[in-house]
């Protein structure tokens, strides 16, 4: 099992161009979540998808759009990247039901906003 | 409103000293707490959940209701310690397993 895995892992853009981050998991978690980590700020949620086909708000989302684009993948939009934008960002999945499991991370992506 | 709180942003101690990372949380209902870390250049990774009542590389926490807190423990310091530490509390008021975390604490263990 690869866990969480997460592309790309490192990137630099420009103010106002787009991209995706991208990430998957091969444990059958029906949850998946993206968040971002900035010094003194802890892990800010900024979208989550409580199971296929739904995503949700979390703290901070705007900036940012999501896709689940099946159980396995859910993938992060910036349509017009800012330099608060400037991050690292994390993919997590987890299996939530009558016993709701710890959350598994990706290695993240550390964007950098010019 | 559902919250958790690391007052230290950096705890510096020395090999062997005994650690405590203090963690705060806010909510009315019966919490499920967490300490994940997150070691240099690595993922972070669940260190344990407090329903667990485990002890993971001589860490233990203990969940105090009364003082709505959840500190991390050990009692001799190791220079592989040195890492960020981040308390979880799991997000109740729907199934959607999200969880809040506080701003993180760096402990830093010197030789």
């Not at chain 1, 949620?45 to 949700?56: F, N, P, R, V």
């Not at chain 1, 689940?68 to 993948?73: A, G, H, M, V």
């Not at chain 2, 090999?15 to 963690?23: F, R, S, T």
């Amino acid at each position: 099992n690869a866990g969480v895995t997460q592309t790309p892992k490192f990137q630099v853009l420009k103010t106002g161009q787009s991209m995706t981050l991208q990430c998957a998991q091969d444990m059958n978690h029906n949850s998946m979540y993206w968040y971002r980590q900035d010094p003194g700020m802890g892990l800010r949620l900024i979208y989550y998808s409580a199971s296929e086909g739904t995503t949700d708000k979390g703290e901070v989302p705007n900036g940012y759009n999501v896709s689940r684009l099946n159980k396995r993948e859910f993938s992060l939009r910036l349509e017009s990247a800012a330099p608060s934008q400037t991050s690292v960002y994390f993919c997590a999945s987890t299996k939530v039901g009558s016993s709701t499991d710890t959350q598994y991370f990706g290695p993240g992506t550390r964007l950098t906003v010019l | 409103a559902q919250r958790v709180t690391q007052p230290e942003k950096l705890l510096s101690v020395f090999k062997g000293a005994p650690v405590e990372l203090k963690c705060n949380y806010s909510y009315s209902g019966s919490p499920e707490l967490f300490w994940y870390v997150q070691y240099s250049r690595q993922r972070l990774q669940l260190l344990l959940r407090h329903i667990s009542r485990e002890s993971i590389k001589g860490f233990t926490a203990d969940l105090n209701k009364g003082e709505t807190s959840f500190h991390l423990k050990k009692p001799f310091a190791q220079e592989e310690d040195s890492a960020m530490y981040y308390c979880a509390l799991l997000h109740g008021s729907s199934n959607t397993g999200k969880l809040i975390f506080g701003q993180g604490t760096t402990l830093q263990v010197k030789p």
